[in-house]
């Protein structure tokens, strides 16, 4: 299992969900309802977390949310990471690596 994509918005890790399926990989949502104990909750381990089952199909994973999701949305509330990691606009470091987001 391996986790693909993390927001804090809940439909947005849905519809992240729904690309995936729709390419046939299976894909699970994490913390789904933890969003009310923020507060009480480290705020990283609230977030809303998308799973993939199989790890071989991580690198096709993060190419259809690339596609559907960077590409999808308004320029600049979403980037990705050297690494390959998808981090919402709010964050200006990766949780995976740490890098900084550049300009
Ligand atoms: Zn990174």
């Not at 894909?27 to 799973?51: H, I, K, T, Y």
């Not at 999701?69 to 964050?91: P, T």
């Amino acid at each position: 299992m391996k986790r693909v994509f993390s927001s804090l918005n809940l439909a947005e890790v849905h519809h992240a969900r729904n690309l995936l399926e729709a390419e046939g990989i299976r894909a699970f949502v994490r913390n789904e309802f933890l969003s009310g104990a923020m507060g009480e909750v480290p705020f990283d381990q609230c977030q809303p977390e998308l799973w993939i089952a199989a790890d071989q199909d991580s690198a096709r994973a993060e190419r259809v949310l690339r596609e559907g999701l960077l590409w999808g949305r308004a320029k600049g509330s979403i980037w990705q990471c050297a690494c390959g990691e998808i981090i919402e606009a709010q964050f200006t470091q990766c949780w995976r690596c740490g890098s900084e987001k550049s300009p």
